[in-house]
Structures are given as structure tokens and as C-alpha cells.
């Protein structure tokens, strides 16, 4: 290695390392990005992420547009795809997201939690229901979300005691920031067996969600309904939810099909 790349190592850091800032550069606001936006997200000079975008967009990773302009390969939506979190746990519970959505016209979403963030594995939107922020693959914070609710209720203490410590992003003038308060409703979603954040995340919704649990009765995931706030009760939404999650939760315990 010549010196001045063993300068620029010392300077970016190592190879891999400068590969994942370069595609956490990107963003759902940010899905294209040119050369220049690239160097200035990532905090790399413009010539080394020049000179990776090449082996980026060679393996898959990256794709270059008509533009000009960079954005995620399919490559690597591919290898992320077999997050078994993510597309197992997806697999097993698809026909029954199906079902709810199906009965009730409502957006059906599920989601895991990673460290002190909600992501969310699936979404499917009902016809004609209210907007939601949401997306596949979108973190989230786990205080504000019914989902999130549920999944911190039942995180291990630290990981309550470090999201309850803040900062809370306020989202609307519902959003709940109180740690006591917080307390008070990851009590209840355990006491119940379902969460509700009303309005929230937008003012326009109310979100019911209820836990996801594996063979060893540990919580892995959640699964919610999103309505528009004041067309029913949470009371109402709480019951279906709660069956869905409850035979998501069977399906995770039944050994998986062969593949053909």
C-alpha cells in the first residue's frame, strides 16, 4: 500500500467501515444521492467515494441512474432480505396480517425492536385508511408507536430504564414525553396484553397493538392496527388484534414447510 493510502486509511478509517457510511449516506428522504451529497452524508473525501462506488455498484450494492445519481442496488436488498428477524418472522405471519387486513380495511403493520428503535418488518395498507409514516424498514421511536409500546413493555430493564431517559421527539401535541406516564402505559399494555398510542405519531390516528411471542414465550415482535382516531374504540381493535398476534404467535412455534 502506498502512502498516501495508508494516510487516507488512517484519515476514514478502515474499507468496510467507510463502505457503511457511504450506504447509510442514503435515506427515505434521501434515495438518491449524487456524487457530491454522497462525500458530504458519508463524511468521506469525494475522491475515496468515488473510487468504492465502483466496487459498491460493481457487487450489486449501489446502482447508478440515468441522472447520474446513486441509489441502494437490489443486491442489497437481496442479502437483506434474509435477516431471519425480518423475512422469517414475515413468512410466518403474512397470511394472518392478511386476514386482519382483509376484515378490517385497516393498516396492518408489524415490527421488531433493535436497541431502543421499533423497525418495522411489514406494512400493508388498507383501502381507503388513514395515511400513516410508516414504511417497511423505517425505524421508529419505541415510545410513540403502539407497536413500539408493546415492545418496550416487555424489553429487558436497561432497555426501558435508556429510553425512558429521553430525549422524546414530539410529533404532535398528543405525544406522550413523560417518563411517568410512559410507565404507567407499558404497565397497562402488560397488565392488558395490548397498547394504544392515540394520536401520537399524527393526529389523525389511533394505533392498537398487541405482542408477538416464540415457542419460549419471549416477546419477539409486534402487531398493530392503524385507524383513524374516533371511528371506533381501542377496546374494539384490541380484541382482533390480539387474535392475530395470538395465532402469529402459534405459527412461530410450528416447524416451517419444506422448500421446494
Avoid at 467515494?49 to 440515468?66: C, K, P, S, T, Y
Wanted: charged share 20%; net charge positive; aromatic share 4%.
Amino acid at each position: 500500500m502506498d502512502d498516501s493510502l495508508v494516510r487516507e486509511t488512517r484519515r476514514s478509517g478502515p474499507v468496510l467501515g467507510r463502505a457503511l457510511r457511504i450506504l447509510g449516506a442514503f435515506s427515505a428522504n434521501c434515495p438518491e444521492l449524487t456524487l457530491s451529497e454522497l462525500s458530504r452524508r458519508s463524511g468521506l473525501p469525494v475522491s475515496t467515494v468515488h473510487r468504492m462506488l465502483g466496487e459498491l455498484i460493481a457487487w450489486g450494492a449501489l446502482e447508478r441512474g440515468d441522472k447520474g445519481c446513486y441509489r441502494v442496488g437490489l443486491r442489497l436488498w437481496e442479502v437483506a432480505s434474509l435477516a431471519p428477524r425480518g423475512q422469517g418472522l414475515r413468512e410466518r405471519a403474512l397470511p394472518f396480517l392478511e386476514d386482519l387486513s382483509q376484515i378490517t380495511r385497516e393498516n396492518v403493520q408489524l415490527a421488531v425492536r433493535e436497541g431502543v428503535e421499533v423497525v418495522f418488518v411489514e406494512r400493508i395498507a388498507g383501502s381507503g385508511a388513514v395515511p400513516v409514516l410508516t414504511r417497511v424498514g423505517a425505524r421508529f421511536a419505541l415510545t410513540a408507536t403502539g407497536v413500539g409500546l408493546v415492545l418496550l413493555a416487555h424489553a429487558p430493564d436497561e432497555v426501558q430504564e435508556q429510553a425512558l431517559a429521553g430525549p422524546f421527539e414530539r410529533f404532535t401535541p398528543s405525544t406522550v414525553t413523560d417518563p411517568r406516564e410512559l410507565r404507567r402505559m407499558l404497565a397497562d399494555a402488560r397488565a392488558h396484553g395490548y397498547a394504544v398510542s392515540d394520536r401520537q405519531v399524527t393526529m389523525d390516528a389511533l394505533s392498537v397493538a398487541a405482542p408477538v411471542h416464540d415457542s419460549g414465550g419471549a416477546v419477539v415482535a409486534a402487531v398493530s392496527l392503524v385507524v383513524r382516531h374516533g371511528s371506533t374504540s381501542a377496546h374494539a381493535l384490541a380484541r382482533l388484534v390480539c387474535m392475530s398476534a395470538r395465532a402469529i404467535s402459534r405459527a412461530m412455534t410450528t416447524p416451517p414447510a419444506p422448500r421446494l
